[in-house]
């Protein structure tokens, strides 16, 4: 479900079912950076939307924050998704602060804003995934970071429902998230059934600096 205020957009994804919000406040040209603009427009689109997330009990909301749509709507979205009785979990993607530092504010002021507000939130930071990923161009770098999220997805979609050795469930992802804990996803990794070479491969891809 892919959801915008920018109608140019909608061409340039593959999703299943596309939704232009906002239309009457943005005129199909996105949020502009102003957070209010996607909050009001996601909003005024909650009852279209809700059809869509019915039924479901696991929601995993993939938003870029820092130009206005997903800062100002991401909260909106989740709330009515747990309102709906789903798990909510929100993969938060904050941009370069070095291409881009007034949208890396905007995006961190929406983080902050949600982490406050008690939502389950990943955070998935371009700089922090461009220092560990290597010096690459910034479309490349971008297409390992659509890959990563995937991967995030399908992992969790396979321990929960599917063909994972160790499987978890709803209920142990609220308890993981009630913590409140900052914590690491790993994904991929080649000793899936070694738990101790995967642990070292882990412990040695530098996302644990400190």
Known sequence: LYITTDEADLEGTRADTKFLIGKRLCGGKGAMGLTELGEKSAEDARRDIEPFIEGYNL???????????????????ASLAEGMGAFVMNLLVLPSATLESMPRTIANHAKNRMVKRGFNVVTVDQDRFQEINGSQPVARTLAALDALLSWIVVSIAETLYGRSRRSITISDLRSVFKEGNEGSIFVGGSFANDPRSAAEEFASCGLMKR
């Open 59 to 77: 929601v995993i909301n993939i938003a870029s924050l820092g130009k206005g749509t997903a800062s100002g709507a991401a909260h909106v979205l």
